[in-house]
């Protein structure tokens, strides 16, 4: 249970850590999923890139109605957030669900991004508020959508020399109402299944789903349904209609509904 | 590498593996016991300490990170001995068992009191959902901190 041996460096800019980063590194953020998997090496970089220092990813900034996520910004600062309780109060509703307050304490946005884990809760949020991953390497920027930047379980599209700079999130419509519900079997446990649930007026209603499927899953029929006048449970029945699993399906469906309800209330 | 890292106050300054565990600088570099290494992997929550304030897993972080950063431990919470309310209500309530989680529920629940002085049983509860108690303690371990954030109101 400890790590194997790495080199180590601690960059203060991102174009130094741009100048570190290549095939045999990994960029440390947080350390919440990356350290259990280097103390049971599972991952075993040559170098450690720590972007802790690196305090120009840090930030929360809303300008032109959109939100700017620093990549290295931790989840508890997204929690305590005032900008993002108002505007964007689904990722408030999400976050608290990740991990402890001991774990958002030290895990980052951005590193949860890139971690991948299709039953994270930030990634799922992301997803439904259409947001965009800003990628820098020393080749260029690149800027991805969320069926872009996730790929498969644990595999989003960053490259090894690649980093994830920032998050950006846009305006919700005028007057939706969002909600986040999960089901987890003990309290901060990694969750089986779950939905984020945005329901606008008019047509910017969005169902993203957790834990059905490699990455997270928008639901586009469901959303098209729910635009077209369909109640909670017939949405909440198309929304999880690809699930083959009759488990995982019924639940799916209950807590889709719930999110459902829950947005309108 | 060599690093310093100010722990309760006093700085201690070592020479590290750039794989060294902030766990395992506080026990064996430090010589501070009082920190538990239970899984290793952030589940269990027996090794939480404080940085600035803020309660973190020590055994996912590394020793090389806190270089120049002030680490708060249990031994820290009492320094001249006289205990915290918190502290108080765990021997009062007899919230330990075998003991070997007590700090790392002290260190966890110490800055949500300060934060949450007004915080009910359910609360209390989620704030604990961090720490994991093999003993199954929890009752107790509620009742002390219902009755230690009644104490500091």
Redesign the interface.
């Known amino acids: 249970?400890?790590?194997?041996?790495?080199?180590?460096a601690?960059p203060r800019s991102v174009d130094e850590a741009l100048g570190l980063l290549g095939e045999d590194s990994k960029a440390l953020a947080g350390?919440?999923s990356l350290?259990?998997l280097?103390?049971?090496r599972f991952a075993r970089p040559e170098l450690?890139v720590?972007l802790?220092r690196v305090s120009e990813l840090s930030y929360i900034r809303r300008s032109g109605g959109v939100l700017h996520i620093g990549a290295l910004t931790r989840q508890?600062t997204l929690e305590r957030s005032g900008v993002v309780w108002q505007h964007w109060p689904l990722l408030a509703q999400a976050v608290r669900h990740a991990?402890?307050?001991?774990?958002r304490?030290?895990g980052t946005v951005g590193g949860s991004a890139v971690h991948a884990d299709p039953t994270a809760e930030l990634p799922v949020a992301l997803t439904a508020l259409d947001a965009r991953f800003h990628l820098s390497s020393a080749r260029g920027r690149r800027t991805l959508t969320a069926p872009e930047f996730f790929v498969a379980t644990l595999i989003s599209a960053v490259e090894p020399d690649e980093l994830l700079v920032e998050v950006e999130v846009p305006a919700l419509p005028e007057g939706a109402r969002t909600a986040f519900v999960e089901y987890q079997r003990?309290?901060?446990d990694f969750a089986v299944a779950g939905a984020a649930v945005v329901r606008g007026p008019g047509d910017g209603s969005a169902i993203a789903l957790l834990g059905a499927g490699t990455t997270p899953v928008r639901a586009h029929e469901a959303e098209r349904a729910l635009t077209a006048g369909a109640g909670a449970r017939e949405a909440a029945e198309l929304a999880a209609g690809a699930l083959t699993d009759g488990w995982r399906r019924a639940l799916t469906t209950e807590l889709v509904r719930e999110a459902i309800e829950r947005a309108a209330a | 590498m060599r690093i310093g890292v100010e722990i309760n106050g006093t700085l201690y300054q070592g020479e590290v593996e750039p794989r060294t565990l902030l766990s395992d600088f506080i026990r064996h570099q430090a010589g501070l016991h009082g920190t538990r290494v239970g899984c290793e992997h952030g589940v269990c929550g027996a090794c939480t300490v404080q940085l600035d304030g803020e309660p973190i897993r020590s055994c996912l972080m590394l020793a090389v990170q806190a270089n120049g950063r002030a680490v708060r431990t249990v031994e820290g919470l009492a320094p001249d001995g006289e205990l915290q309310p918190l502290q108080r209500a765990f021997h009062e309530k007899h919230a330990l068992q075998c003991g070997f989680c007590t700090s790392g529920f002290l260190m966890s629940l110490e800055p949500f009191l300060r934060d949450h002085p007004e915080a009910g049983e359910d609360e209390i509860r989620e704030a604990l959902a961090g720490n994991l108690c093999r003993c199954t303690g929890y009752e107790a371990i509620v009742e002390a901190v219902k009755s230690a954030a009644e104490e500091m109101r």
């Open positions: 249970m400890k790590p194997a041996p790495f080199e180590y601690a350390g919440q350290v259990p280097l103390n049971f450690l720590d802790n508890a991990g402890h307050p001991q774990t304490s030290r003990t309290h901060g």
